[in-house]
């Protein structure tokens, strides 16, 4: 899926987009941020802040620098109310606009099953932490059970093109974890892995917490 079609569907989709997470995908992020363990004056990258649905867990005294490249789902982010000091960022996960090892620490939330290229992105939020940093992710993922990834390989064209909700959002019903995770070679050492798993095709994703385990 191209760039540009990602862009507007969530440009778009951005008034509607919480109560689509509501509806059909919600999931606490605070265990999810809080799993980072961050400390006051640490700066952590939001790959893909989305409307904030991170942001309100986010401890006060903490940095948080937001990049997506929808401004207007950003813009829905703005009107969060939080603890911690947030900077919005229009930024590409493929070729993130910030030097080698900045942050302390990074979260994900429903991001790398829409980016093109998961591995490149993964391997951008590692570039831009520095070793030993925690990343949190929390997303749509693959099922492990092969009578449920029948039914994804039946949804695959529809979601990845026409979306769902139509037009509204848009992902890789079958995005890899397993694959990105385990077998892409990136420096990592995986500290959590637990998986969603639902009869429905929709509902299956994961929780993962990560190290970043470069030299």
Not at 6 to 27: N, P, S
Not at 148 to 153: A, M
Not at 200 to 213: A, I
Request: with cysteine.
């Amino acid at each position: 899926m191209q760039v540009t079609k990602i862009i507007d569907t969530y440009d778009q989709g951005a008034v509607d987009y919480e109560q689509i997470m509501l509806r059909y995908w919600h999931i606490d992020r605070q265990p999810l941020i809080d799993s980072l363990q961050l400390k006051p004056g640490q700066t952590v990258l939001d790959a893909a802040v989305g409307t904030g649905l991170n942001l309100p867990a986010y401890p006060e005294g903490v940095s948080v620098v937001g990049v997506d490249l929808s401004e207007k789902m950003m813009d829905e982010a703005q009107k969060k109310r939080v603890s911690a000091d947030i900077t919005f960022k229009v930024s590409d996960l493929l070729n993130l606009d910030f030097p080698d090892n900045t942050f302390d620490a990074a979260a994900s939330g429903f991001t790398l099953c829409v980016v093109t290229d998961p591995v490149r992105a993964l391997d951008e939020i590692l570039r831009v932490t520095k070793p030993g940093a925690y990343i949190a992710i929390l997303d749509y993922c693959k099922s492990r059970d092969p009578e449920i990834q029948k039914w994804q390989e039946l949804i695959f064209d529809a979601a990845l093109e026409i979306g769902f909700p139509t037009g509204k959002i848009k992902w890789n019903a079958l995005m890899d974890y397993d694959k990105l995770i385990y077998n892409s070679q990136l420096p990592i050492e995986v500290l959590r892995d637990e998986r969603i798993e639902s009869p429905n095709p929709f509902l299956c994703g994961c929780q993962l917490l990560l190290r970043n385990s470069k030299g």
